[in-house]
């Protein structure tokens, strides 16, 4: 097992070497003077010929592409990514100040899809063709045929338009002043929720998931179907085998049959798939940042590519594909401790 790891922890540094090179090479298709503007706060530098070239030597802008390369990937080693036009701050502080933000509904929205998911995976798949199973199904086929801003429009809609319950963005403006101006409210985690209770303001506690319920039902829903499929199908195939035949017939009673000895085979693919999808969700809040005006990186994401922000959009990209290539370690590893055939192959 420990030699397995080790292996998949050398190659990581690779990967992260690839997936920095495609990024340069999108980088590089704009002209140096492009390049620029995500590197300064004052876009009047670049009215100034001689003062934008200097600026460019300094950058190494002009560079050829392996010099370039290189000098970039300094650049990001001393966490310099540039200016952010969009958040009027270095695109590293700007990362930093929003993934909290991001990081607390996604993990608030993990648990739902977690456990909702594989629970009626299998409820769908121990009552296969029932007329229970069918409306699961159907249930799931809508949610995941759905476009995820028209479900995040229409909880919006009945639960902020019509009933005034979940308000958009992350805190009242009343709320944001304790917290963001106030001297009494002290952030330990970043997450709002757990700072509110470590601060003893049960007021923002509940103003906050207030805040966050609407976005965690969007994001749940959606990925519930797809969870719910995945864990159905492989739920059906495990109750297929022979050893669950064979349990049945020695007289084992059903509810043993499936918690013990189907459920715990069937989800081997289960997380594989979950695993990447928490980690999808980090960068994939994008649109329901959007729609909830949340202020998260997903926000921030989407503004920055609005306003044509080069250095904020290529500094998401890389952080998304560092997460996208340490959350599949992670999946590689469980899946390696789950089942000890990948660890033979």
Known sequence: MLSYIIRRLLMLPLILLGVSFLIFC???????????????????VLKNPQAAQRLIDKYHLDDQFPAGYIYWLKSLVKLDFGWSPTANQPVWEAIMQRFPATLELVFYSIIP??????WLGVISAVHHNNLLDQTIRVTAIIGWS??????????????????????PGRLSTWAQY???????????????????????????FWDAIKHLIGPIITLSYINWAYLLRITRSSMLETLRKDYIRTARAKGVDEKSVIHQHAR???????????????????????????VFTYPGLGFWAASSAQQLDYGSVI????????????????????????????RLE
Do not use: C, H
């Open 113 to 118: 899809v977690i456990l909702v998911g594989i």
């Open 315 to 342: 500094g998401f990209a890389l952080l998304f594909a560092f997460m996208m290539v340490i959350g599949n370690l992670f999946v590689d590893i469980s899946y390696a401790l789950i089942d000890p055939r990948v």
């Open 26 to 44: 999108l980088f590089s298709l704009l002209s140096p003077m492009e390049r620029l503007a995500t590197y300064i706060n004052d876009p009047s």
């Open 178 to 204: 304790v917290v963001y101006s106030g001297d009494s409210f002290k952030n330990y985690t970043y997450f709002i929720t757990i700072d509110a209770l470590l601060n003893g303001r049960l007021d923002i």
């Open 146 to 167: 759905l476009p995820t801003f028209i479900f995040g429009l229409l909880v919006l809609f009945i639960f902020y338009g019509i009933l005034g319950w979940l308000p």
């Open 264 to 290: 715990k085979n069937a989800l081997i693919p289960v997380v594989t798939v979950a695993g990447m999808m928490i980690v999808q969700m980090l960068g994939g809040v994008v649109i329901t940042e959007t």
